[in-house]
């Protein structure tokens, strides 16, 4: 094929890229999606979820409660509350995501949870990004285990816990009410900044207000700044352990 007359070779490389991208497939755009509105989102919250593509925004437009145990398994997207709001899941509900895809984004943000917890956890070889804001976890007097949990088993983890609210009693010794977690090899790089925690008892309590655990040859960096921890904790408030 000749060059057409004046082209240099700048004009014909970018004309052969321009046309490459034209054949290219068109890729999905992320959407934001309110809930409860227009369908798939004109059922329930989980419903809602699933039927999202990943990438994709779910804005919360209700104050509940939402008597709904919510999973994202293998779900990148956000769930959030929308502007104005403050949803609140029934008490005992909580938030499961359990990831093993290669790439997985998260953003929880917003939420309101009672007797409940957030779990969150990786275990796929690749990488995920985790954002958990403004969270509110209470904790009734003999309610269930309340407390917000990350964890990196595989692969690499960044996450950020910002200005989260956890008021509870830890499970145990060994556990947190706020529990960040590096084991089997996995790599976590988490900054937890500006988060509240608070006993639910008067007295001291087993375990700990912030834990940082790495066990089993689990790497990377955690920054701790500016949490607030109110109680008393036999563990220690803030307590960064490894090989528990």
Known sequence: MRRPEGWTNRTLLCWVF????LCMPALASAV??????????????QACVNAAANGDRIEIATAGPIDEFLTLANRSLSLVAAAGFHPALAAGRGIYAAHTASAI?????GLRLSDAIVWVVYQGTGTANYDLRGLQLSQSSGG???????RANAGTVNAVLYDNRVTGLPAGINSGLIH???SGGATLNANAYYNHVSSG???GVDGSGLLVD????????????GNEVRGGFFRGG???SEGL
Request: charged content about 10%.
């Open 18 to 21: 321009t046309a490459v991208l």
């Open 32 to 45: 934001t999606r309110t809930w409860p509105g227009a369908a798939p989102c004109n059922g329930t919250l």
């Open 105 to 109: 984004n998260l953003t929880l943000a």
């Open 144 to 150: 269930a285990d309340t407390f917000l949990y990350v």
């Open 180 to 182: 960040i977690i590096v």
């Open 201 to 203: 008892s008067v007295v």
């Open 214 to 225: 790495v066990a089993d040859g689990g790497a990377g960096t955690v920054k701790l700044h």
């Open 238 to 240: 803030i307590f960064v």
